[in-house]
């Protein structure tokens, strides 16, 4: 019912910037709580940021916590996740995913619509 695509992801130097953004179908979207994960090779995914239906609240990962932003505008059915100093760490795929409630959530599961992924790569 909510299609997402994620876009944005490249090849950063450590230190640079970049920003993903998550295009969604749908007017439901503005409704439902929505976040960012992460998978690097042989590891299993990882929260990294989630937000609100309407914005107002947000949560981070520790390991980005003072560095990432996440954002949305509903009027555009987009969420954003603003990326700085990067480092080697963060290299992974980037997926954005929705949920069909307002509240915050840090699991995987509890999400329900997911992205296809965006490759970020820092280079040391």
């Known amino acids: 019912q909510v299609q997402l695509v994620e876009s944005g992801g490249g090849l950063v130097q450590t230190g640079g910037s970049l920003r993903l953004s998550c295009a969604a179908s749908g007017r439901t979207f503005s409704t439902y709580t929505m976040g960012w994960f992460r998978q690097a090779p042989g590891k299993e995914r990882e929260f990294v940021a989630t937000?609100?239906?309407?914005?107002?609240?947000?949560n981070y990962a520790d390991s980005v916590k003072g560095r990432f932003t996440i954002s949305r505008d509903n009027a555009r059915n987009t969420g954003y996740l603003q990326m700085n100093s990067l480092a080697p760490e963060d290299t992974a795929v980037y997926y954005c995913?929705?949920?069909?409630?307002?509240?915050?959530?840090?699991?995987?599961?509890?999400?329900?619509?997911w992205g296809q992924g965006t490759q970020v790569t820092v280079s040391p």
């Open positions: 937000i609100s239906a309407r914005g107002r609240n947000t």
């Open positions: 995913a929705s949920r069909r409630s307002v509240l915050l959530a840090r699991i995987p599961n509890e999400y329900d619509y």
